[in-house]
C-alpha cells in the first residue's frame, strides 16, 4: 500500500521560511518520475506549484519561482518542497503528488502566512 506523508507545515510571518517533507512508503521515489506539490487555498481550486519531470529536472508556477525549491533524498525516500520569502497569498494545504503506475496523493500539511 503506498502512503505519502506531508509534514512540515506551520505558522509563519511574510518573509519567513518553511520546509515541507513528503515521506513515501510501499513506493521508491527513486523510481517515480513525476512528482508534484500541489496546494488549495481556502475557496480555490488546488493549483500545481512545483514538480520533478523526467529524474531531477524540476518546474514551477511562475508566482513561486525564485522562492521555492523542490528537491529529492532518495535515500530517505522524501521530497521536500523549501518555502523561502512567503507571502500571505500562500497560504493554503500544501500537498504531495507522485505518478507511476497509479496517481497518489497524502494527505497535506497546512501553511499559514501572516502579514
Known amino acids: 500500500q503506498v502512503q505519502l506523508v506531508e509534514s512540515g507545515g506551520g505558522s509563519v510571518q511574510a518573509g519567513g521560511s518553511l520546509r515541507l517533507s513528503c515521506a513515501a512508503s510501499?513506493?521508491?521515489?527513486?523510481?517515480?518520475?513525476?512528482i508534484n506539490w500541489y496546494r488549495q487555498a481556502p475557496g480555490k481550486q488546488r493549483e500545481w506549484v512545483a514538480g520533478f519531470r523526467s529524474g531531477d529536472r524540476t518546474n514551477y508556477v511562475d508566482s513561486v519561482k525564485g522562492r521555492f525549491t523542490i528537491s529529492r533524498d532518495n535515500a530517505k525516500n522524501t521530497v521536500y518542497l523549501q518555502m523561502n520569502s512567503l507571502k500571505p497569498e500562500d497560504t493554503a494545504v500544501y500537498y504531495c503528488?507522485?505518478?507511476?503506475?497509479?496517481?497518489?496523493w497524502g494527505q497535506g500539511t497546512q501553511v499559514t502566512v501572516s502579514s
Open positions: 503528488n507522485a505518478i507511476a503506475w497509479s496517481e497518489y
Open positions: 510501499g513506493i521508491a521515489f527513486s523510481n517515480v518520475n513525476v
